[in-house]
């Protein structure tokens, strides 16, 4: 097992895509069940989600460099 640091670019990509597709699925998972204010239920999935894809962004620009 090799730490992230230690991975190349292409390996911290896929790592990086199916670990978020499965923290995303989680987090509108939490965030459908979640009986509370409409900024856990609604805007933080969204942060998170457009965070992710420009870190994917990111990661895709720098492993095809």
């Known amino acids: 097992m090799r730490l992230y640091w230690n991975l190349s670019d292409r390996e911290k ?7 978020g597709i499965l923290a995303l ?3 509108y998972f939490a965030a459908y069940t979640y009986e509370g204010s409409l ?3 609604l805007y933080l999935p969204v942060i998170v989600t457009i965070g992710m894809l420009i870190s994917l962004i990111y990661k895709f620009r720098k492993y095809k460099k």
């Open 13 to 19: 990509f896929i790592r990086s895509l199916w670990t």
């Open 25 to 27: 699925l989680f987090l």
């Open 39 to 41: 900024f856990i239920k």
